[in-house]
């Protein structure tokens, strides 16, 4: 597709249930993102992938949450054991180049943990 | 679709006005800075960007202005419409090798009204 795709678009899970969040970005792009945006907030980082290499996981919030890209292409976030905290939209986002140049983010999934 | 933010500063604007969106960004060593602009339901869409050997940059009636001195970002719209409606990012980088992650102001609720 000419963009970024992520699916589901919506998720419920229940407390203590785990989740898999997919990413596919626009062809060819080298790097990945995922950033977490809580409701009324801007974004904020999660990861980056160069390729299939993951680069920077300082804002990983806890070892809940961990991210893969194992063919350099398609991205999962996956969160374990959700609480109610990790409710937000996770968004994706790919850019051709390294470096923080115009990334194409995708419309992300909201996550709602009950 | 969701709301992006329900607890952001807002902006109203009439329909042809000019509006001016300002950000205060956190790192004096930040040298690269992008407005976002994100509808709701959607991921945020690139704007414009600017360097920090720039003071002053003109896309297609948005201009950027920077000023270091006192670490503020404005993002000027001209003639508005009402598309432009949205929620209105900063964000900001330094450029650091592996350093890729851009950082977000809270943003601002713009509203045209018609």
Not at chain 1, 46 to 53: G, M, V
Not at chain 2, 70 to 95: M, R, W
């Amino acid at each position: 597709g000419a963009g970024v795709s992520q699916s589901p678009r919506y998720k419920v899970a229940k407390r203590g249930q785990d989740v898999a969040l997919r990413c596919d970005p626009i062809s060819g792009h080298v790097s990945l993102f995922w950033y977490q945006q809580a409701l009324g907030q801007g974004p904020e980082f999660l990861t980056y992938f160069q390729n299939e290499a993951q680069l920077d996981k300082s804002g990983l919030p806890s070892d809940r949450f961990f991210a893969e890209r194992p063919e350099g292409s398609v991205s999962t976030l996956k969160i374990q054991r959700t609480q109610q905290e990790d409710s937000a939209v996770y968004l994706c986002a790919s850019s051709p180049r390294t470096g923080a140049y115009g990334y194409t983010f995708g419309s992300g999934t909201r996550l709602t943990v009950v | 679709g969701e709301s992006v933010g329900l607890h952001l500063p807002t902006l109203s604007v009439q329909e042809g006005d000019n509006s001016i969106i300002n950000c205060a960004y956190s790192n004096s060593a930040s040298d690269y800075f992008i407005w976002y602009k994100q509808e709701s339901g959607k991921g945020p869409q690139f704007i414009i960007d600017i360097r920090s050997n720039m003071d002053k940059r003109q896309g297609q009636r948005v201009t950027v202005l920077l000023n270091k001195t006192v670490k503020h970002l404005s993002l000027q719209i001209a003639a508005t419409q009402p598309g432009d409606s949205a929620v209105y990012f900063c964000a900001e980088n330094y450029y650091n090798f592996g350093n890729e992650k851009l950082t977000f102001g809270t943003g601002t609720r713009l509203t045209i009204i018609p």
